[in-house]
């Protein structure tokens, strides 16, 4: 008949190695990975990351559920994983809702962005170009689709203004058939 001897640690050390893990896990789930960098900052802007208002610099990283704020004489640009470029203007908040990319499979990329308020300039990059119908900048009353372009726009709670540099775009009203959760453009009435 075979023994199998059966080792236990201690209490104390088992509650320390799982500690140890759930601290490991949770702070890879809190800071996630870059999406982006900060190259250009002018004026006074803040990141709003994990729950945590920070000062933003160029080289600071950008992540999925950041918030990009910037005061009266603040600009900040960002560059994306995928090239794309995007500029926050003075007096806006803008969040990474989602943003996934991968250079091996461009055409299942998943792009989300939420306007709060202000003016933002989006260049496309290749995730967009690759998967419009997966690229959607939210604002407080419309979304906006893209068909590779450079666009800006301007929202608040009662209206919202898009100028196309380049390229064109889709625009329409939340409804029952554009809702804020879906991605890509709404259809064109």
Do not use: W
């Not at 320390?16 to 996630?32: C, D, F, R």
């Not at 939420?114 to 170009?129: C, K, Q």
């Not at 419309?142 to 100028?163: H, K």
């Amino acid at each position: 008949m075979n023994m199998v001897k059966i080792h236990r640690l201690p209490t104390l050390k088992r509650l320390a190695l799982v500690s140890a893990l759930l601290v490991a896990v949770s702070a890879h789930g809190e800071t996630g990975d870059s999406v982006g960098e900060v190259s250009l900052v002018l004026g006074k802007a803040y990141i709003r990351t994990q729950g945590k208002e920070l000062p933003v610099r160029a080289g600071t990283q950008v992540r999925v559920s950041d918030e990009i704020i910037t005061e009266a004489n603040g600009h900040v640009h960002i560059e994306f994983v995928d090239n794309a470029l995007l500029s926050v203007r003075p007096d806006s908040r803008l969040e990474i809702q989602r943003y996934d990319f991968d250079p091996a499979k461009p055409s299942e990329s998943s792009i989300k962005l939420n306007l709060l308020e202000g003016v933002t300039r989006s260049i496309s990059g290749d995730g967009a170009h690759a998967a419009r119908e997966r690229f959607r900048l939210n604002t407080p009353i419309a979304a906006i689709g893209v068909r590779g372009t450079d666009f800006v726009v301007s929202a608040n709670s009662q209206a919202v203004r898009a100028l196309v540099n380049e390229g064109a775009i889709v625009m329409a009203p939340f409804s029952d058939n554009c809702l804020a959760t879906a991605f890509g453009p709404c259809a064109a009435n």
